[in-house]
């Protein structure tokens, strides 16, 4: 398995640009988790899904971000306008929930810049 | 609310002694309890989880952890450390069963000197 692909691994824009960032999750797994890291704020959720549905997005900063599961295998996080302060590593995380198994499986995670 | 803290920021501690990376949570229901670490540039790996039966659990790498629900802690230990070790340590708390949800906590640098 290849695990979680996230892409791109790097990201570097300028302030007000639109920023897409996408997540693979693995094959079978129903549950998927948006996560922001920074030295200031730690570990983020932004958001989670379960079976492609969105249950809880009150980690979501403000309505510049936005987060879409179209299917099974495919997410998108989309910051529109982008600001400085969005820069930050953004992992996505795919958990098989409903096996029994509660562990969460991480990307490598997006570095993104906003200058 | 559910909420877990790491003790210690930062854990200095030299090649091959051993090192207990402190963690408790609060939660009004059971809970299932994780420890990942994070490599420098790298996504978050699961060390070890507890979900139920015994409290001693064991990781990969030669880690273990105590779950001990009196003192609603989940401490991460290891007899002898490598300088491969150092890393970023996170507890994680899933009171919620049902969600998959983590509350994380802020992390632990643990700095293995030679």
């Known amino acids: 398995d290849a695990g979680v692909i996230q892409s791109p691994r790097h990201e570097v824009t300028e302030m007000g640009q639109e920023v897409t960032l996408r997540c693979k999750p693995i094959s079978g797994h129903n549950s998927l988790f948006w996560y922001r890291q920074t030295m200031m704020r730690g570990l983020e959720l932004l958001i989670y899904?379960?079976?492609?549905?969105?249950?809880?997005d009150s980690g979501m900063p403000e309505d510049r971000f936005s987060a879409k599961m179209p299917n099974a295998s495919f997410s998108t996080l989309k910051i529109q306008p982008s600001e400085p302060r969005d820069s930050a590593v953004y992992f996505c995380?795919?958990?098989?929930?409903?096996?029994?198994?509660?562990?969460?499986?991480f990307g490598p995670g997006t570095r993104l810049t906003v200058t | 609310a559910q909420s877990v803290t790491q003790l210690d920021s930062q854990v200095p501690v030299f090649e091959e002694a051993p090192v207990e990376l402190r963690c408790n949570y609060s939660s009004s229901v059971s809970v299932y309890l994780f420890w990942y670490v994070q490599y420098p540039n790298q996504g978050l790996q699961l060390l070890l989880k507890y979900l139920s039966g015994s409290t001693l659990v064991k990781g990969i790498n030669g880690f273990e952890a105590e779950f001990n629900k009196s003192q609603t802690s989940f401490h991460l230990r290891k007899p002898s450390v490598h300088i491969s070790d150092t890393a970023e340590y996170f507890c994680a708390v899933d009171g919620s069963s049902n969600t998959g949800k983590l509350i994380f906590g802020q992390g632990t640098t643990l700095q293995v000197k030679p």
């Open positions: 995380a795919s958990s098989p929930l409903g096996r029994g198994d509660y562990e969460q499986y």
């Open positions: 899904f379960n079976n492609n549905v969105p249950i809880d």
